[in-house]
């Protein structure tokens, strides 16, 4: 099966009627997904004897092997961004790229092992799952390393990645640390490469990313003049490139910033435009984060009927990511939205089933919505006392990601 993988079409079929054999015979296993995808696995046992029969064809035909799989996985990652959306399939789509997640990563270890610093960034797209699963740790790591593989390749004078792909994977890294309250771990350092590599190939695209990236940075250490400079610049650049969904980031980006200055009126207007270009291009992530955002707003504004349909907008998309930090930032939302509405049981119910995300991705509360939060959950437990909010509490937290979504939207 190894050697047939991106062989052609005769090694294709070759491949397929080797599987069926197999299944035939019960030694490998075949499992139809709600997708009607059909995924292979080997029983333990076959897989031990496999992986003697590699070893003993010798070191070459190992390599070679290792190499394809490794191959096919990096063009694999390629695809992960187009499978992040709720449409029609989506969701199937998504689930079957997270069963790759062990692939993915003996991929990247083999990569790593043997050196090849392209192979192993064009696999960190698997990161972009590992993120959204709430593995940041993971994530962290192999950008990290992969990154260091690549500059000493460069050092070295050796073969190296493209420089678009090095610039991508600099910012990359540098959003994940800030997002994740680790923007001290050099994040500042890693964006001002991305800009200053991708000023030299005047590659317009990544300089807005990387202008966006020295903003979101800026804006987490409180440094709100150096991050609408940033956030200007990135907009600017985004609209030189005349791609939407560029300029909707960019426009985010400025909509927080407006509403970190407590202008929630031109806050609102900027994020309206921005979901308008999400929808455009199809950016299927960037439109239930925007939603989220917009629930914000109109919670500010005492608008709970707005807010409450915002999120649960939100929460109906952010289902077919299965992303529990995503999930837990729009329940408490919705929780505060509950609670000023006094429906405290609801609120209690839900802001358990967010602590309870949080705490299993080991993704907690940022600094800045941990006052709110508190608030909610006091003023819930104010209003309905002991023992109800308890049970309230250990209701909620023993809800699953999707219960904790029916609690919210089906009200």
């Known amino acids: 099966m190894c050697q047939s993988t991106g062989e052609g079409e005769g090694a294709d079929e070759e491949m397929i009627l080797t599987l069926a054999a197999l299944v035939d015979a019960s030694l490998v296993q075949v499992e139809i997904t709600t997708g ?15 992986l003697q029969r590699l070893h003993a064809a010798g070191e070459e035909e190992e390599e070679q092997c290792r190499r394809r799989h490794a191959a096919y996985y990096a063009r694999l990652a390629e695809t992960v961004i187009a499978h992040f959306g709720p449409e029609q399939g989506e969701r199937d789509a998504h689930f079957a790229l997270a069963q790759e ?41 192999w950008m990290e390393r992969m990154l260091a593989l690549d500059l000493q390749a460069r050092e070295l004078g050796v073969y190296t990645a493209p420089l678009t792909l090095r610039i991508e994977k600099l910012y990359g890294l540098a959003r994940t640390l800030v997002r994740h309250g680790k923007g001290e771990r050099g994040a500042e350092a890693l964006a001002q490469e991305a800009l200053h590599l991708a000023r030299r190939i005047d590659d317009q695209n990544n300089i807005s990313n990387a202008f966006a990236t020295l903003g979101m940075i800026a804006q987490a250490s409180g ?9 200007t ?10 791609h939407s969904g560029l300029k909707s980031r960019a426009l985010s980006h400025l909509a927080d910033l407006a509403s970190t200055r407590g202008d929630v009126g031109h806050s609102t207007a900027l994020l309206e435009e921005a979901l308008i270009n999400a929808q ?19 919670h500010q504004q005492q608008n709970y009927a707005a807010a409450r349909a915002r999120y649960q907008e939100a929460l109906t998309l952010f289902r077919a990511f299965g992303s529990p930090t995503y999930i837990a930032l729009c329940l408490e939302g919705f929780a505060a939205t509950a ?15 967010a602590a309870t995300l949080r705490e299993q991705t080991q993704t907690p509360l940022p600094p800045a919505e941990r006052e709110a939060f508190a608030q909610t959950v006091a003023t819930a437990k104010a209003a309905l006392h002991e023992p109800a909010f308890g049970k309230e509490w250990s209701t909620g937290a ?8 029916d609690d919210a939207c089906l009200t």
């Open 233 to 242: 610049e990135s907009y600017h650049y985004a609209r030189l490139t005349g």
């Open 280 to 298: 455009a291009s199809g950016m299927t992530w960037d439109i239930p984060s925007i939603k989220t955002m917009l629930g914000h707003l109109a």
């Open 101 to 141: 997640l062990p692939n993915a990563r003996a991929a990247l270890q083999w990569a790593e092992e043997r050196r090849e610093a392209e192979l192993g960034l064009l696999l960190t797209g698997f990161t972009r799952l590992w993120h959204i699963r709430g593995q940041m740790s993971e994530t962290e790591s």
């Open 223 to 231: 440094k709100i003049d150096e991050a609408a400079t940033a956030y």
């Open 398 to 405: 023993a809800l699953t990601q999707d219960e904790a979504i």
């Open 36 to 50: 009607n995808t059909a995924r292979f696995s080997m029983l333990e046992l076959i897989r031990e004897y496999a």
């Open 339 to 353: 609670c000023a509405e006094g429906h405290y049981a609801q609120a209690t119910r839900l802001c358990a089933a």
